[in-house]
């Protein structure tokens, strides 16, 4: 007898009470030829998830043997994360390495992620955070032209919420549809979507649209200050 007929018979016997090729074929809801097509060649692959289903086994352990006889089967979980590095705690007494580099961090000046914050972001505070040299010449970016800032409000969520570090690079004024920016509105320092109209307008946009409508506003009220490439938030 095929192993796997051994293991269903084997199983039907010990749940079920079930020990006549017959009974099984009434359980099972087939005929008895097909049970004797079993016995020989055994349990079709095509009906062993609804065998298994029927005695409440494993289908891994009706077609190999495998595991537990009752139990959850094992679930093949693909990986949708890739690898790129471990992280390395530093301070500011850690020395740099070749590929690091230090970016002013406006930590205590927000930029409006919401209705906006009125400030100077010329005002520093002295702190800074660390970025690759590498990863961000991958990108296109200077570190030369990268700030941080604190987002404040919450227009920009789910994407980032309230508290989120941004970095800017400051280089990247060039409104391209769909992508974020921090800009100086009228004396408000804000991030949002911008999307150029005509008649040299600007849409202003939120990821939170229902809390915060679509603005248009002139392209000359409004100071660029980067396009907004990265960010962190802890959750």
């Known amino acids: 007898m095929n192993e796997t007929t051994q293991r269903l018979f084997q199983a039907a016997k010990d749940l079920k009470n079930i020990n006549l090729p017959s009974e099984l074929a009434r359980f099972l809801n087939v005929s008895q030829q097909v049970i004797k097509n079993w016995e020989a060649r ?3 692959a095509k009906m062993i ?3 298994a289903e029927r005695l409440g086994i494993s289908e891994r352990w009706l077609r190999t043997g495998e595991g537990e006889m009752i139990g959850d089967d094992e679930v093949q979980i693909e ?3 890739t690898v790129i590095g471990t992280l390395d705690v530093w301070d500011s ?16 000046i927000h930029l409006s992620a919401g209705n906006g914050f009125s400030d100077d972001i010329e005002d520093y505070n002295g702190y800074k955070l660390r970025f690759s040299k590498s990863t961000l010449r991958r990108h296109g970016i200077n570190p030369a032209d990268v700030v941080c ?3 404040d409000g919450d227009s920009m969520e789910p994407v980032f919420p309230d508290g989120a570090t941004l970095g800017i690079n400051t280089a990247d004024k060039v409104i391209k549809d769909g992508k974020i920016y921090a800009v100086n509105h009228g004396g408000l320092l804000r991030t949002k979507i911008l999307q150029k109209l005509p ?3 600007i849409r202003i946009k939120s990821y939170n649209s229902e809390a915060y409508p679509d603005e248009e506003a ?3 009220e409004m100071n660029i200050i980067g396009r907004v490439f990265w960010w962190s938030v802890l959750a």
């Open 199 to 201: 008649d040299n307008k």
């Open 49 to 51: 998830p609804e065998v």
């Open 149 to 151: 800032v604190c987002a």
């Open 218 to 220: 002139d392209a000359d």
């Open 93 to 108: 007494k850690t020395p740099l390495s070749p590929d690091d580099c230090e970016v002013p961090f406006y930590k205590d």
């Open 79 to 81: 990986s949708n994360a």
């Open 42 to 44: 055994g349990v079709s």
